[in-house]
Antibody
């Protein structure tokens, strides 16, 4: 059974960089797209972008200049970096798998439990 | 970006009710539409993809319909565990976008 687990700091200072890692168990990164999605408290879901197991990426244009998603197939994990954060970046961050159709344009069939990241000094 | 609009944003229902939740896309998205259920403090759960294909393990009381820009999630006989927030999502183009959610309350 595919399981995803986010890890990283729960508190980040304004203007600094938010970094999260997603560890995959019960499956392989191969042949799928791996997404980061966030949800500010009480608000809507926002797709940040995804990475293919080969390393190719697509990002949400609203964040494109600040976001980087990378993959580490040897350790079965992928990561998110979001630079120059502000209070507006406070959210639960989910890592997730695109599926069940294996294309760049897909629904999301597996989600991590989510990691709350608060931006505050 | 394609905007997804759900209606209503919330409503009250009772166990056993038949419930319809609608989702409208700002432009045509063919059949690239999914529905999710989210309970407080939990990650969303995929219910339906490709408008009407039930994800494995999802009860058959859930169904989806629609095409183009207008879509509907139907719960045929609401159960206690169905009280949650439901989101639609388009995957016709990047960025992938979600609707604002519909909260189904007792």
């Amino acid at each position: 059974q595919v399981q995803l687990q986010e890890s990283g700091p729960g508190l980040v200072k304004p203007s600094e960089t938010l970094s999260l890692t997603c560890s995959l168990s019960g499956g392989s990164l191969s042949s799928y797209y791996w997404s980061w999605i966030r949800q500010p408290p009480g608000r809507d879901l926002e797709w940040l972008g995804h990475v293919y197991y080969s390393g190719s990426t697509n990002y949400n244009p609203s964040l494109m200049s600040r976001v980087t998603i990378s993959v580490d197939t040897s350790n079965n994990r992928f990561s998110l970096r979001l630079t120059s954060v502000t209070a507006a970046d406070t959210a639960v961050y989910y890592c997730a798998r695109g599926g069940p159709t294996v294309t760049s344009f897909s629904s999301i069939d597996y989600w991590g439990q989510g990691a709350l990241v608060t931006v505050s000094s | 970006a394609i905007r997804m609009t759900q209606s209503p944003s919330s409503f009250s229902a009772s166990t056993g009710d038949r419930v319809n939740i609608t989702c409208r896309a700002s432009q045509g998205i063919s059949s690239y539409l999914a529905w999710y259920q989210q309970k407080p403090g939990k990650a969303p759960r995929l219910l339906i993809y490709a408008v009407s294909t039930l994800q494995s393990g999802v009860p058959s009381r859930f169904s989806g319909s629609g095409s183009g820009t207008d879509f509907t999630l139907t719960i045929s006989c609401l159960q206690s565990e169905d009280f949650a927030t439901y989101y639609c999502q388009q995957y016709y183009s990047h960025p992938l976008t979600f609707g604002g959610g519909t909260k189904v309350e007792i």
